[in-house]
């Protein structure tokens, strides 16, 4: 089993190491390969996604990936750009499929900014579509507006597309899903205004049809932001495109208390995935050790369950991460009156304890 390790930018290299040391306590035996991605790749090499890197991932089972970005490359060309990183990664390796759970661990509830009702026992699945949609959409660019008021003037524009086996793919990849859990897909859309998301409803109702033991329902975007915060356990899986699925992944972070626990997989059509915490580089507490590393640490867990086959590992993991929360240990991000406060390494440290025990 070969794991290709990339941490990235910010606080991305600090929580990597920790959850390379939760692996390391499993006492299994991987290969692990590190390789530098993003920002700290373009100052080594000239490039966010060298050949080498992009090479080495390609090669490996699963990979592990921290966070990417900082505004100090905020002025470089588009295609020079930390960020182009992970998504030259999700597209090269196909990886359309992203998992996003949103899971509140009671010890948690206080953390969140909601009623602790709301989100008590929350368990829901973001089931993101990665590869399409507008993120990728072709053409894009900056041009003089062809027509209209503003005719002659200088505009950009973006693409939004999706081609019917690419939101048929992503279906079955959700009915599926919502098999093992509660049986419940709610499909987010703006088919109300969207060419794009009207043929994104169709399509879902006809792949529906080969899964009449799951209920489907139908959502606007606005409505489910809106729904997320009102009443989020009247969700199950969620299954969207790439860009609402960005944003509504976030929303749906803050009910779990911090982005800091939201593990995700980006999985393509053999298995092969990427797992990275949901956050990113937050370049303003890099370096500090006050980052939170149980985000990175679920997604190990996750890699192990979905691309390693090691699904009692999987759980030996989050076990010890629940054992390490009960214990009263916090990271800044999740910390309250009446718990203890800790840095990134001595929160790795608490897992591989608790693994131990
Ligand atoms: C995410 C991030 C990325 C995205 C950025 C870093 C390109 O926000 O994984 O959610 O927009 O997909
Ligand atoms: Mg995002």
Redesign the pocket.
């Known amino acids: 089993m070969k794991i290709a390790v990339l941490p990235g930018d910010g606080i991305g290299t600090e929580i990597v190491a920790e959850a390379v040391k939760v692996l390391d306590a499993l006492g299994l035996k991987f290969e692990m390969e590190s390789a530098l991605v993003g920002g700290a790749a373009y100052d080594a090499h000239g490039h966010p996604l060298p050949e080498s890197t992009l090479k080495l991932a390609k090669e490996a089972d699963a990979i592990l990936f921290g966070?990417?970005?900082d505004w100090k490359y905020d002025k470089l060309d588009r295609p020079l750009r930390p960020?182009q990183a992970?998504?030259g990664l999700r597209k090269n390796l196909g990886l359309f499929a992203n998992f996003r759970p949103a899971i509140c661990y009671e010890q948690l509830v206080g953390a969140s900014s909601l009623k602790p009702e709301l989100i008590a026992g929350l368990d829901i699945l973001i089931i993101r579509e990665?590869t399409g949609d507008i993120?990728f959409g072709q053409p894009r660019g900056r041009r003089e507006a062809p027509d209209g008021e503003f005719k002659g003037a200088p505009e950009a524009f973006d693409t939004m597309r999706y081609s019917k086996p690419e939101i048929e793919r992503i279906a079955h990849v959700a009915f599926q899903a919502a098999r093992k859990r509660n049986k419940k897909v709610t499909s987010v859309d703006k088919a109300n205004v969207l060419e794009t998301f009207q043929f994104w409803k169709d399509t879902m109702i006809e792949v529906h049809a080969q899964y009449p033991d799951v209920e489907l329902q139908h959502m606007y975007v606005d409505n489910a932001a809106m729904q997320l915060v009102k009443a989020p356990k009247a969700f199950d899986v969620v299954v969207t495109g790439?860009m609402f699925g960005?944003i509504l992944?976030?929303e749906a972070s803050m009910l779990t208390g911090s982005i800091g626990m939201l593990p995700?997989a980006s999985l393509n059509s053999k298995n092969q995935g990427l797992y990275?915490p949901?956050h990113?580089s937050a370049p303003d507490i890099a370096g500090k050790g006050i980052a939170n590393p149980l985000a990175t640490i679920l997604s190990a867990a996750m890699m192990l369950r979905f691309s390693l086959n090691q699904e009692e590992a999987a759980q030996r993991i989050e076990a010890a991460v629940q054992k390490v929360l009960a214990q009263g240990l916090r990271t800044g991000d999740i910390w309250s009156e009446g718990t203890t406060k800790v840095g990134t390494v001595q929160m790795g440290d608490a897992v591989v304890k608790a693994l131990a025990s």
């Open positions: 966070a990417v970005g960020e992970i998504l990665l993120y790439n960005d992944s976030d995700s990275e949901s990113g």
